[in-house]
């Protein structure tokens, strides 16, 4: 499947990440994973993200989403609202990680804030097996975070 099938709506037009994943599709495959690699390891946030796709649908690496969920928890951990939607898929439905619906709830509401409306869904999803507690208390840790990065 390609990536493109499985990417959420761009939170704002063309992105790094589609320059990135059209000159990954255009390159030979060995090439273009090559310097996804490199560029991911260098802090590229693009590049991790669509290694990440590449590792969860065997898009040139073989399939492996473990190796995914690390690509997209660095990606997500520096704010790219699209890692934290594939970080919370994963976490939702155990895809390379121990399904945590608290997790889910957590990555997919702070790409709800950071403008990925497709993660509205998975956070409705989780958050029907969290206590109203549990949801409130993320949610102050999600807009505790999102006040902090706007902060700066």
Known sequence: MPISALKPAP???????????????????????????????????????VLGLRYLTGDGPARDPRHAVHWFRRAAERNEPRAQYWLARCHLTGDGVRQSHGRAY?????????????????????GQHLTPEERRWIEAQVRALTDRRGAR
Do not use: P
């Not at 063309?14 to 996804?36: I, N, P």
């Not at 957590?106 to 989780?126: H, K, V």
């Open 11 to 49: 939170v704002h037009g063309t992105s790094r990440l589609d320059a990135a994943a059209m000159r990954a599709e255009s390159d030979g495959a060995g090439t273009s994973l090559a310097r996804l690699i490199f560029a991911a390891g260098k802090g590229d946030v693009a590049a991790q993200l």
């Open 106 to 126: 957590f990555w997919s509401r702070l790409a709800c804030a950071n403008g990925q409306a497709d993660s509205g869904s998975i956070a409705a999803g989780a």
